[in-house]
């Protein structure tokens, strides 16, 4: 592929003006005109991207099928993304959230690069500039009159063949975890640090419970109901300052402007065979204003957290009992 083709320069112009969104949106976030976090960078731009691709593709291919419009639109949304990542405009978490999105709304782009031109040649280059700038002039409009604001509930439970007490015993505090000990998941694969231990420094109501986390990633939970072998529920109080930078990526740090857990906590229960139901929910707050997208993202990283969490538990109490029942 010669670096002069219309499909070079797609790939080239589609890359740039990724890039320069980038650093624009970050620039103009302080004068309140724009946001990372916003539909307009967020879905517009990567349409913008998809749409630049296609449109030079028409410049030496207008056969196009509408898989390739779909497909080849990707293109500089890959190089766009590695670029940000390699410079660190953006971290791994970040981009793997946004991910599908830009794969997206970049093939919807391509598809109507594709529908424009194939129905006006003469005003292409117009639609283009139009296409472009959209993000640019709806961006202010977004961050200063639309809140999406939202708050829901994660809640996961997993079944523990131990007796509700020694269910409770692993609770307050939690040893040392070794890597072994979690299952793989896919907040490890994207970049979320891993719990390491938790420890309190009481019992009962008002008791603070420190959590700490992979990348010096601490926080703290304070105790607001506590019924042994029954429930134990807290809140969250987590400094976004006292996070380090490089942890967490900054649009999805703990406490920060956009996401934020709120409340969380354990409750217990029995089955009909005596087994422990262990049930853990946690309430989280969504600032961004992506709708269901962010709501799935939040889910899956929840759950996914959760399920990590209920399966050391389940696994510490099923050994520590069967420890008791050897030895007795």
Not at 56 to 64: D, I, P, V
Not at 117 to 137: E, G
């Amino acid at each position: 592929m010669q670096l002069n083709s219309p499909k070079s320069i797609g790939i080239l112009l589609g890359t740039l003006y990724g890039i320069f969104m980038r650093l624009f949106v970050e620039l103009v976030n302080a004068y309140n005109l724009g946001s990372l976090v916003s539909i307009s960078f967020m879905f517009l731009v990567p349409v913008a991207i998809g749409y630049i691709r296609i449109h030079f593709e028409y410049n030496e291919s207008k056969a196009l099928t509408k898989r390739q419009m779909v497909t080849i639109a990707w293109q500089p949304i890959f190089v766009f993304l590695f670029v940000s990542v390699i410079t660190l405009l953006e971290g791994s978490i970040c981009v793997a959230m946004a991910l599908p999105a830009f794969m997206f709304f970049a093939s919807i782009g391509g598809l109507l690069a594709g529908f424009v031109n194939n129905r006006q040649t003469k005003n292409a280059n117009r639609s283009l500039l139009s296409i472009a700038l959209l993000p640019v002039l709806l961006s202010p409009i977004e961050v200063n009159f639309l809140n999406l604001s939202k708050t829901y509930e994660v809640t996961n439970s997993i079944v523990i063949e131990a007796p509700i007490n020694r269910v409770w015993q692993q609770l307050a505090n939690v040893s040392t975890i070794e890597p072994q000990e979690l299952p793989f998941s896919l907040t490890q694969l994207i970049g979320v640090p891993k719990p390491l231990e938790a420890n309190m420094n009481a019992t009962g109501v008002g008791a603070i419970r420190t959590s700490k986390w992979q990348k010096g990633v601490i926080f703290k939970e304070v105790i607001t109901d506590w019924q042994p072998n029954k429930q134990m529920l807290y809140r969250f109080d987590i400094d976004p300052d006292a996070i380090p930078d490089d942890a967490l990526d900054k649009h999805v740090k703990l406490g920060g402007e956009y996401f934020s857990p709120l409340y969380g906590g354990y409750q217990l229960s029995e089955d009909k065979s005596g087994n422990t139901i262990l049930t853990l929910t946690t309430t989280v707050q969504d600032n961004t204003n992506f709708g269901i997208y962010s709501r799935i993202w939040g889910e899956v990283i929840f759950q996914d957290f959760h399920h990590s969490l209920l399966t050391l538990m389940k696994n510490r109490a099923e050994k520590s009992l069967i420890a008791v029942v050897s030895y007795n």
